[in-house]
Nanobody, 121 residues
Framework: QVQLVESGGGLVQPGGSLRLSCTAS????????IGWFRQAPGKEREGVTC??????NTYYADSVKGRFTVSRDAAAAYLQMGSLKPEDTAVYYCAAGSYCNGEELAGVNYWGKGTLVTVTS
């Protein structure tokens, strides 16, 4: 079965950190460019970050630059989130696709089902 699975979401206080992971089954993750997206309640989904196949090239939305770091290895992709703010509250999705259009992954082939991150005191 082909799927992407996110993990690591949860409840965190403002200023805290979380690390999300994205793993694949049924296909080889390192054949694809990886993007992280998020969708906050009542808002459209937005691209957060995108990382090339090699992991060398990374792109970030202005709203998360300096606070979030994307990385990957052969087994998974990761999103290290720091200095979290209430406005970072959202369902976070990873996706596998063709290329980075800035911070937004383009040509998506696979989506995960998402993991909820809630930032609140």
């Amino acid at each position: 079965q082909v799927q992407l699975v996110e993990s690591g979401g949860g409840l965190v206080q403002p200023g805290g950190s979380l690390r999300l992971s994205c793993t694949a089954s049924g296909f080889t993750l390192d054949h694809y460019v990886i993007g992280w997206f998020r969708q906050a309640p009542g808002k459209e989904r937005e691209g957060v970050t995108c990382v090339s196949r090699t992991g060398i090239n990374t792109y970030y939305a202005d709203s998360v630059k300096g606070r979030f770091t994307v990385s990957r290895d052969a087994a998974a992709a990761y999103l290290q989130m720091g200095s979290l703010k209430p406005e970072d509250t959202a369902v976070y999705y990873c996706a596998a696709g063709s290329y980075c259009n800035g911070e937004e992954l383009a040509g998506v082939n696979y989506w995960g089902k998402g993991t909820l991150v809630t930032v609140t005191s």
